[in-house]
């Protein structure tokens, strides 16, 4: 029996010689662009800013650049960094299936870190990129971890191996070594995104990825690792997935579709879940002129995960971190009531701290609906929501299964660029911003990925 890790290694090889569909390339390079705004974004937040001060001057043996800082730093560093940037605001890509949610471009910062490091083209970066994606899904397509309360981050760590030593251009034994490494060390907890959420809710997966590459490193260099880590006695079957899995489908063998191409945009900066929630709140209000002094009622009625990890009964606190308010339904429900949108700015303390905000959460509640759980299981790319809203006496409903930005609802190229812009202004100028579209654009002709990296540095 071919062992699980030695089906990946192969399959990276395969990936990092294969021409990629135009379709996946071009979605790869969308998915750099947003991602790569998502750093800016999230550039000058907490978490960065404090993980900076510790880890973002001292370069190493494998340079690297943390982006939009511009700093050398060594490369393991520089994954943990860039992708505590992207991840922050909480504003980056998702991947949902039976196993729910996951954000694949997590891994999109630390490998562009490794490219420039190894010296890598673009086209290579874009194979890595599709390589992490394709991982990341096929072990949240199994439900394991969410199901068995680890958290997504824990088939993270796994791809980012794979990707990354890929780029890296380890053998089909070092990564394995590498694989058995990560997958025997980083295994996540869910409770980073259950109730009073923490800044480690933004750093869980950078952290993985700094595990990533580290174990990637050390294979390089000769040290071995558990290569059944996942059949073996103790291994991931047997103590994660208390189950034995296998692996059935691989994007680009026997005809298979990449699963980079289910991944979806996010119009909010917020969790998942609550994307098409706003947009219908948006729309409501929007469509109907409601006054938010007028609303007396606002029932969310979403599918069972939703309720469970957005609306405990933590979320409705006046003293909510900005970790836990974009994970709140009544927090961000009640700012798209008030200001017609959700944007970054709306988690700083004067609108956390807000009595208005405060008494218009106390109006929404949130149901659990059997009939929207049943939806999700039948359709599980989906993230169903009714939102009711009452105001002046007057009842309005509006249902959303896909928000804007979904693989079946796309994202404008024009909205792309203007969710970049935003979180670029005020760091880039309008031609380095311009510079930095053109870039992802032209990825695939790219010798080395520098450019990129140089184009973010504020």
């Known amino acids: 029996m071919q062992l699980t890790s030695e089906l990946l290694a192969e399959y990276a090889a395969e990936t990092a010689d294969r021409d990629l569909p135009d379709s996946v390339e071009a979605k790869a390079k969308r998915l750099t662009l947003d991602t790569l705004g998502c750093c800016l974004g999230g550039y000058t937040s907490p978490p960065s800013k404090r993980l900076r001060s510790v880890y973002g001057g001292s370069a190493g043996t494998d340079d690297a650049t943390v982006l939009c800082s511009g700093a050398p730093t060594s490369l393991e560093y520089a994954g943990l960094l860039n992708t505590t940037m992207a991840r922050y605001l909480d504003y980056n890509d998702t991947y949902i299936s039976q196993g729910r949610a996951c954000h694949p471009s997590d891994h999109i910062p630390a490998l562009l870190s490794v490219a420039q490091a190894e010296g890598c083209s673009g086209l290579e970066l874009l194979r890595a990129i599709v390589l992490a994606y394709e991982v990341e899904g096929l072990g949240l397509d199994t439900g394991v971890t969410w199901g068995n309360g680890y958290d997504y981050v824990t088939w993270g760590s796994l791809a980012t191996a794979v990707a990354a030593g890929s780029l890296m251009g380890l053998s089909r034994s070092e990564l394995r070594n590498a694989i058995g490494i990560v997958g025997a060390s980083t ?80 119009p909010f900066p917020c969790g998942y879940y609550m994307q098409p929630m706003i947009a219908g709140v948006q729309a409501l209000v929007q469509d109907h002129d409601i006054d938010p002094d007028a609303v007396e009622e606002v029932v969310i009625h979403t599918f069972a995960e939703a309720a469970e990890i957005l609306a405990d009964e933590t979320k409705w606190s006046t003293d909510l971190t900005r970790e836990s308010a974009d994970h709140s339904i009544p927090y961000t429900t009640a700012i798209a009531i008030l200001y017609g949108d959700v944007t970054p700015d709306h988690y700083h303390a004067t609108h956390r701290n807000d009595p208005t905000v405060h008494a218009l959460m106390e109006r929404v509640a949130v149901e659990d609906s059997e009939d929207l759980t049943a939806f999700v299981e039948e359709h599980p790319d989906s993230t169903p929501t009714i939102v009711e809203i009452v105001a002046d006496g007057q009842r309005y409903e509006t249902r959303l299964d896909h928000a804007p930005g979904h693989a079946r609802n796309p994202f404008s190229r024009e909205r792309l660029e203007t969710k970049l812009t935003e979180q670029a202004a005020g760091l880039l100028s309008d031609d380095q911003t311009d510079s930095l579209v053109d870039l992802c654009d032209d990825l695939e002709s790219l010798d080395r990925v520098d450019p990129i990296v140089d184009a973010t540095i504020v």
């Not at 005809?255 to 979806?264: C, Q, W």
């Open 187 to 266: 295994v996540s907890l869910g409770i980073s995104r259950r109730g009073e959420v923490s800044m480690w809710k933004g750093i869980a997966t950078a952290y993985a990825t700094h595990g990533g590459i580290q174990a990637c490193q050390m294979a390089r260099a000769g040290i071995t690792g558990p290569e059944a880590v996942f059949e073996g006695p103790a291994g991931f079957f047997e103590v994660v997935a208390d189950r034995e899995l296998t692996v059935d489908r691989l994007g680009g063998r026997d005809d298979a579709d990449y699963r980079i191409m289910d991944a979806h945009l996010k």
